[in-house]
């Protein structure tokens, strides 16, 4: 710890230097991106965080209304309790002594209830609790359960951001778009329906189907969460007002409102830096995009990429959006403090099929997790998924200037989940009222995102996107399309890029001394 201190104000001292030209430039200020400025500021080196909208974080940094937050791109995080490996992350990049974790109810951190058989599942935290609750539940299922945890804990095991003993050649692993789907592992091992279904449950954190979601990908997603599940308070505003600190303290020079529009390449293919849309310049000699890929071809030379490249690009399949409804409920309700709700349709690990009408797609409910002054209310927040093409008609208008028709769809969609959720859970009924609601115009909006995904390029079995390197000497790629989606992910997808700049080695090492 006392070396991440260390390194950090020597940085600070560095960026006393006021030349104009930086050593990178980052592009976009997600978790990905602002951990990325600061791992490279902390070893020296100047940098530049680029932002387009007005601010850093805006897809994490959450709202109010009516007195109360509600968190939008953040909700809780596996493995960022005491001494895990997100809260090392934490502690590297600045952030951990001033974040506080809420754990999640250990005995129940997520309830799967299915709307037709009223049956439900409650998620305990850590593995062998969770072991034990799933033998308990389904007695005959043993065969199937202990291979299944075993497997998670074995592909966690072997990833080495999220073990940093893990031998590094198994960072292949992150390229890996083989093997078996979480289905068919599943079908191996049963045939019980409800049991997959449970064990399904949470590829709706990451918007890939049981059928697409290769296993070690899939436990790269649950596997922290099997370990912990707590929530920050404040949210994902106070992760952001913590990583303003760290990017002044490491001297990382940020940059909102403006956005890149050009990446500049000399005619020797020379990384020279990037063009705002003000037209300024800023000079560098390297660059970590973390907008999307699609985005990434419209702002370098036509002709950087090879035409396989561009077309792989071109063809990256998307996780779904979704219908977000946010509203107030009493400060004394039981059901949702430190649990997530999710209501399954009959529809057989079929999550994202969304043919079907909003009363047949799965829903998720959680806490906001603040309440108003006064404690006379409490947040929370129901997901839904859906596509942009559900709100076609409106997909010209942009936010703040959308027409009178497209509010009415609004107030329709967010009655149709409180009924829902009411007709659902009896726990719920008559005690929670809508505030606002967002689509996927939304989320295409707030995160610049063309399709309005939430979790933005899909990790699919036989689906290549792209590594973090590039042909292009000086380009690097970090976000959630090229490790994972969520806090970790992100934050992991930065630590990935600048591995390839600073060495992996190097920063698995610095790490350790951070545990």
């Not at 997603?221 to 303003?244: K, L, Q």
């Not at 591995?499 to 545990?515: A, D, Q, V």
Request: glycine fraction near 10%; proline fraction near 5%; include cysteine.
């Amino acid at each position: 710890m006392q070396l991440c201190r260390v390194r950090r104000d020597k940085c600070k001292y560095r960026h006393q230097d006021l030349s104009m030209k930086y050593d990178y430039v980052v592009i976009g200020s997600g978790i990905s991106g602002i951990a990325s400025a600061i791992i490279l500021a902390l070893h020296g080196l100047r940098v530049a965080l680029i932002e387009k909208s007005d601010r850093i974080g805006p897809l994490i940094r959450g709202f109010n209304r009516k007195g109360l937050f509600f968190d939008t791109g953040f909700h809780h995080s596996g493995s960022i309790g005491r001494g895990e490996i997100g809260e090392i992350f934490f502690r590297y990049l600045g952030l951990s002594d001033s974040l506080k974790q809420v754990p999640c109810n250990p005995e129940c951190f997520d309830i799967v209830r299915f709307t037709d058989t009223r049956f439900e599942f409650r998620f305990p935290t850590g593995y062998e609790r969770i072991s034990e609750r799933l033998h308990a539940t389904f007695p005959r299922d043993g065969k199937a359960i202990d291979p299944y945890l075993e497997a998670i804990k074995e592909q966690c095991a072997s990833l080495p951001y999220l073990n940093l003993d893990a031998h590094f050649g198994t960072l292949e692993a992150i390229k890996n778009v083989h093997g078996l789907s979480l289905a068919e592992f599943l079908g191996r091992h049963t045939d019980n329906a409800i049991l997959k279904e449970v064990l399904y449950i949470h590829c709706l954190l990451n918007g890939v189907s049981p059928d697409e979601q290769s296993l070690i990908n899939y436990a790269n997603i649950v596997g922290p969460y099997y370990e912990s599940v707590n929530r920050i308070h404040g949210g994902g505003g106070a992760i952001i007002r913590e990583f303003e600190k760290a990017l002044a303290e490491a001297g990382v020079d940020v940059f909102c409102g403006d956005a890149v529009t050009e990446i500049i390449v000399s005619p020797a293919g020379i990384l020279q830096g990037v063009r705002l849309q003000d037209s300024t310049v800023k000079e560098a000699d390297g660059c970590i995009s973390t907008i999307h890929p699609l985005q990434l071809l419209e702002i370098v030379p036509e002709s950087l990429f090879r035409p396989a490249y561009v077309m792989r690009l071109r063809s990256l399949k998307e996780t779904v959006s979704a219908f977000i409804l946010y509203g107030e409920t009493d400060p004394d309700l039981e059901f949702l403090s430190g649990s997530t709700v999710y209501l399954l349709p009959p529809r057989d690990g079929d999550y994202f099929n969304l043919d079907a009408p909003l009363e047949k797609r799965p829903f998720n409910i959680s806490s906001s997790g603040s309440q108003t002054r006064d404690g006379s209310k409490r947040g929370f927040f129901a997901i839904c998924p859906a596509t942009l093409e559900e709100t076609r008609e409106w997909q010209d208008s942009f936010l703040g200037c959308r027409p009178e028709g497209y509010r009415i769809f609004k107030r329709d969609i967010s009655e149709r989940m409180v009924r829902h959720i009411e007709s659902n859970c009896e726990e719920l009924r008559g005690r929670i009222r809508p505030v606002d609601c967002s689509t996927p115009l939304t989320l295409r909006d707030y995160s610049n995102s063309p399709f309005g995904s939430m979790y933005g390029v899909k990790h699919k079995i036989e689906q290549y996107n792209p590594l973090p390197a590039t042909r292009l000497a000086g380009l690097f790629l970090a976000g959630q399309a090229i490790v994972a989606p969520g806090l970790l992910g992100a934050i992991i997808s930065g630590f990935v890029a600048c591995g390839n700049i600073i060495g992996h080695e190097k920063l698995r090492e610095e790490l350790k001394k951070c545990s």
